[in-house]
């Protein structure tokens, strides 16, 4: 058994004593009353609303009855007139507890409100019995002198104040529970075949209480049911009828049919196109249950969700039931759910969904297939810049150390030949000359992947970038975090790559460079004014840069009307 | 226990390329300067600094163990022990922003220059021994880069015109002569302009040409 079971055993082991505790106060002050009925018709609250809290765990209905069904013993309990405040209390439940029924029918079957309507009313039902009884609870009279009562807190005890409010009180079904039915039927009225087939419980249920809060309002309850056998008799038969209430609902709530409506509204749904994380939805509407999730068995055994990501192999376990759902013996989909859903009700919307889900697996293949190209030529991006990363680690510990120490070399052999005539200029020529392969060395080496883009990230090497650059260049960056080394790398090389355009082609007199952070993206803008008319063509680096910039995903344009300058965009996600 | 000649410099030199290391000792002792640590790596030239306390340092600024800014952190720790400590940084590339770091504590003796001026020989000499009488050389590369942004980016308008041109030639590394000569104006006309252009940017005094260096830097810097 799951704690859970445990928990509700030990509620209604808890409740079936506050009810005998109940009856037995009631017995002990000579309350005369059917005692077994009062027993009964609490009992059939708190039972049906732990029975639905098992079956339907997340639905408001089970926890309403209990609440419901044991706040009626209050009174009871009042009877012996001893325990600190509640006279108190049993006043109130006594004024306010019918808002609890409204509030159930409202709720029923799914457990929330399906209206704007049914919320208002419900206000109103719950601001009605709630400031009444309030108020009468702050105007308690003093009790009569030298009454032995249980403790109660007064307020500001006026008797004909008290009087009305309460009168008040116990008279306002007679405009309540027609506002309440006028919302059933307005509800009725839009609902569905399906969810007017669920709805007949409910229907049923608030017939009945209507004529038990009609019955309560007109055959006043006194301490003295036996002066008044009309009374009294109209009293038994509204605790025949609130029995039934309670069942009714669960009944209604647990019923196969209720569920297969629900299967049929399904099927109906399914019936228009829709975005695949919908059918997840639709679904785990059906079954009530939100953690509902849907896994793809996509060849071997590989399963996948909605999006086409790997996902690990569904299997049941104490959180989780697991329904596989089957066309021609293959399996198709796996459904994780709560394992308090009835099996049979899950193979029957895996059945009802079957075509859906089969066209979901197909998409869901096809997406991750596309996750896996996305992620290989994201790989090779990577790889391809770690090589230039290591290309430009090897010439700057070799060959450009090499060259250095050769020009210091050449240095002190110009030092020590400068009295012989004509070595000298040579050595100096020669020391020239490697200054100028020195120096596209340290360009070519740069240019692979400079030092300062891994050292200090984005913004320092688009200025440094910047500051190289034969055209001025305007830098503007906002918020210069850090970034995954593959989006820094495409990023600045896009910036480098539209630089040098700008000052090969474009004739432009200044540049600007804007990298900003928008919506998980970086946005690179580039802009120049020179004489437009750029493309990305065969021949431009923009090409190759666009398969870059692709390959995480970003995308990059190029705006160059002739004689207006060029504007280039790229949006790259920051993973 | 080091017993020096008096009067001779003594250099601590680090680089992880042997090759470049060896050359650039030779430069130095051929200069009469005494190279009295070699180091290939931040530590040992950490080591080496704390134990010589020498009177300047020149080192790459990659070495190991990342291969990235050693040299240039390296040199900040040593000033941040001993303020105004003489250190030359020598880098393959240059980055202004690397520059910024270095001058960050406002005291003078920071050098900054590309590797290969050193194969300059007496110039390189020459610098280093401006380091060590507290000046300092900042590369004419990152000079005419943080210039040409200058231009671009703001105007000068809280200099005049004349000493927006003498600042530019301050920039390119010019002596106070050097500058008269080119205006056409006397020595002491261009004294009182650099004045002028000190006070204006807060420049408290100092050696002469790190003063110069920092004129031009923090002109450019500030926005």
Redesign the interface.
């Known amino acids: 058994m799951t704690t859970r079971r445990w928990v509700l055993v030990g509620a209604a082991v808890l409740a079936a004593a506050w009810i005998l505790g109940a009856e037995w106060s009631s017995i002990h002050a000579g309350v005369q009353e059917n005692h077994l009925l009062d027993a009964l018709v609490g009992g059939a609250f708190i039972g049906a609303g732990l029975v639905a809290i098992d079956r339907r765990p997340g639905n408001a209905i089970g926890p309403l009855m209990v609440v419901f069904g044991a706040i009626g013993y209050i009174p009871n309990w009042n009877n012996l007139g001893t325990i600190p405040l509640f006279p108190t209390l049993a006043l109130a439940s006594d004024m306010a507890v019918a808002a609890l029924i409204a509030n159930i029918a409202f709720v029923y079957p799914s457990g929330h409100l399906s209206s704007r309507l049914d919320r208002v009313v419900l206000w109103i039902i719950y601001g009605a019995l709630g400031s009444t009884t309030l108020l009468a609870v702050l105007t308690l009279p003093r009790p009569p002198a030298g009454c032995d009562c249980a403790w109660t807190p007064l307020f500001a005890p006026n008797p004909s104040a008290f009087a009305f409010i309460y009168g008040l009180n116990q008279r306002l079904p007679f405009l309540l529970v027609p506002l309440f039915l006028i919302a059933v039927v307005l509800r009725w009225r839009r609902a569905s075949r399906a969810e007017r087939r669920a709805l007949r419980p409910l229907w049923i249920a608030v017939a009945l209480l209507a004529v038990v809060f009609l019955i309560g309002a007109f055959a006043q309850p006194t301490s003295d049911t036996t002066s008044n056998p009309f009374a009294y008799l109209m009293w038994e038969i509204r605790g025949v009828i609130a029995i039934a209430v309670p069942i009714l609902f669960v009944w209604g709530l647990l019923s196969e049919r209720l569920a297969r409506s629900a299967v049929g509204d399904l099927v109906v749904e399914l019936d228009k196109p829709m975005p695949a994380e919908d059918l997840e939805a639709a679904l785990a509407r059906t079954l009530r249950d939100p953690t509902l999730r849907i896994s793809y068995a996509i060849g071997g055994e590989r399963w996948v969700d909605c999006d086409g990501k790997p996902v690990p192999a569904p299997a049941a376990d104490d959180a989780a039931g697991v329904t596989l759902v089957e066309r021609d013996s293959e399996v198709l989909a796996a459904l994780a759910h709560d394992p308090a859903i009835e099996p049979g009700l899950v193979q029957a919307a895996g059945v009802a969904a079957g075509m859906a889900i089969a066209n979901e697996r197909l998409r869901a293949e096809v997406r991750a297939q596309l996750e896996e190209v996305r992620a290989s030529r994201r790989r090779i991006v990577e790889a391809g810049d770690a090589a230039r990363r290591r290309v430009e680690?090897d010439l700057?510990?070799g060959a450009?150390?090499?060259l250095?120490?050769l020009?210091?070399?050449?240095?002190?052999l110009e030092?020590r030949c400068r009295d012989v005539p004509g070595v000298a200029d040579d050595v100096g020529a020669l020391?020239t000359d490697l200054?100028a392969a020195?120096?596209e060395l340290?360009e070519l080496?740069?240019g692979l992947h400079?030092?300062?883009l891994?050292?200090?990230g984005l913004g320092?090497a688009v200025?440094?970038l910047?500051?190289?650059s034969p055209v001025?260049?305007?830098v503007m960056i906002h918020d210069d975090e850090r970034l995954p080394p593959p989006v820094e790398a495409t990023a600045y090389f896009v910036v480098a790559e539209a630089l040098t355009n700008v000052s090969k082609y474009a004739g432009a007199s200044?540049a600007a460079v804007a990298i900003a952070r928008s919506d998980g993206s970086l946005l690179v803008d580039v802009t120049d004014d020179g004489a437009g008319g750029a493309t990305i063509g065969v021949g431009s680096g923009l090409l190759g840069l666009e398969d870059r910039v692709a390959a995480l995903g970003g995308t990059i344009a190029i705006e160059s009307p002739v004689g207006q300058g060029t504007r280039l965009h790229a949006e790259i996600p920051c993973m | 226990m080091h017993v020096d000649e008096p009067g001779v410099t003594r250099v601590v030199v680090a680089d992880d390329a042997v090759l470049f290391r060896e050359g650039l000792v030779k430069i130095l002792e051929g200069a009469g300067m005494a190279v009295v640590a070699q180091a290939g790596d931040r530590d040992t030239l950490l080591a080496a600094v704390a134990s010589e306390r020498p009177d300047a340092v020149v080192t790459d600024i990659r070495m190991p163990p990342t291969g990235t800014t050693e040299g240039l952190d390296a040199a900040i720790e040593i000033r941040a022990a001993r303020t105004g400590a003489p250190v030359m940084v020598l880098s393959q590339y240059v980055e202004t922003r690397h520059v910024a770091r270095l001058l960050e504590d406002g005291a003078g003796g920071v050098g900054y220059l590309l590797k290969d001026r050193v194969a300059d020989g007496q110039e390189f000499v020459d610098a280093l021994e401006r380091l060590v009488l507290g000046g300092s050389v900042i590369d004419p590369e990152v000079i005419a880069r943080l210039m040409r942004r200058g231009r671009n980016e703001r105007e000068l308008d809280w200099l005049t015109e004349r000493e927006r041109e003498i600042l530019a030639a301050m920039a390119e590394g010019r002596s106070n002569g050097a500058i008269g000569r080119n205006l056409r104006l006397s020595p002491k006309t261009v004294e009182t302009h650099v004045g002028a252009i000190f006070s204006k940017l807060g420049l408290e005094p100092a050696a002469d040409d790190h003063r110069r260096v920092l004129a031009v830097l923090a002109y450019l810097r500030t926005t």
Do not use: F, N, Y
């Not at chain 1, 020009?407 to 002190?412: I, V």
């Open positions: 680690r700057h510990d450009q150390q090499r250095v120490g020009s210091l070399g050449l240095r002190m030092d020391q200054r020195l120096k340290r080496a740069r400079p030092q300062i891994t050292e200090e320092a200025e440094s910047a500051d190289r001025p260049v305007r200044s």
